[in-house]
């Protein structure tokens, strides 16, 4: 594709520049890839955008350079270009509406490389669509040790009659989804069930577990961020591309994916960047599906 290229998708107009620009050096990964990849991934990625305007990671001049967060849609979107109402739930902000995959790409050619959702939706802020656990290791702890965290909360909820999926957060970390569809939980419910779970695995390993916030007793130990279920703060959405040497990519597992990484020790088997995930969907499709489908409700604490 050259630069300033003229492309229709969705039956929208689009001109995309820059395109040989490289954004990721160390993968010799172009602004063209990065628009290839989110036209690709959007069939699977628009579900769980729909109704999230995001909070936009913007880098024009890919991981190395500056970043700039963006909640509001930018003022020169095309008239197509559907936006948050500004309200009271979105704290005022007008943020974009990706429903379509037109958008995704305007996006993608803005270097938006990162986009970060809410657990609600517009169509009813006052009660996410999930609890979202976030595990993330204190150098020297890794992902492994957010694998063995990750498959004990896991099994904690299988207790309780709950399910969840689990993602890669693209770097070091897991996050897990707990669907609560349809169950009238608000953000204080899933914040305060959140961290008791996390308090449950610190008092079973004290060593290793961690939901203090405070940064300076993470190293060597995995932090519960039970704090992302706030109603103003966002997570990674799955199949974000990630700013990091490469364009690795915020990517659905298997559990059974989990314990085999846990069993050999082995972090690259968690690591998946943009085109060994659109290898992988062929196969496996949305692990992550249910986080959208599964209507369950928390238990009374």
């Given amino acids: 594709m050259a630069s300033g290229q003229k492309v229709e998708i969705g039956g929208r107009e689009l001109t995309l520049s820059n395109l040989d620009k490289v954004l990721y050096p160390a993968a010799g990964f172009r602004k063209a890839d990065v628009v290839d990849y989110y036209r690709r991934i959007a069939p699977l990625m628009l579900p769980h955008l729909a109704g999230r305007p995001p909070t936009l990671v913007r880098a024009p001049d890919g991981p190395a350079g500056n970043r700039f967060f963006e909640k509001n849609c930018p003022g020169h979107h095309p008239a197509w270009v559907e936006t948050a109402p500004g ?21 993608a050619n803005l270097a938006a490389l990162e986009l970060h959702t809410h657990q609600w939706t517009l169509a009813d802020p006052a009660h996410p669509t999930a609890m979202v656990i976030d595990l993330d290791p204190g150098e020297p702890a890794t992902i492994i040790d957010c694998c063995r965290v990750a498959l004990e909360l896991r099994d904690t909820l299988a207790q309780l009659d709950l399910r969840c999926v689990v993602k890669t957060s693209g770097g ?10 349809g169950s009238g939980a608000t953000d204080d419910d ?5 961290l008791a779970l996390g308090q449950l695995l610190e008092a079973r390993d004290p060593d290793r ?26 997570t990674v959405c799955v199949y974000s591309l990630r700013l990091r040497d490469h364009p690795t990519v915020s990517t659905p597992l298997a559990w059974s994916e989990v314990e085999s990484a846990l069993d050999r020790g082995d972090e690259e088997a968690l690591t998946f960047d943009a085109a060994s995930l659109l290898a992988r969907i062929e196969e496996r499709g949305d692990l992550y599906l ?8 928390l238990p009374a604490l």
């Fill in 290 to 297: 249910d986080s959208l489908t599964v209507h369950q409700a």
């Fill in 172 to 181: 070091k970390g897991l996050h897990l989804s707990v669907p609560v569809l």
């Fill in 87 to 107: 309200n009271e739930a979105t704290g005022g902000t007008k943020g974009c509406l990706v429903d379509d995959v037109a958008t995704l790409v305007w996006l």
């Fill in 190 to 194: 899933t914040k305060r069930f959140a």
């Fill in 209 to 234: 577990v961690l939901v203090d916030m405070t940064r300076a007793k993470r190293p060597g130990k995995v932090f519960v961020d039970w704090s992302q279920n706030d109603r103003h703060k966002t």
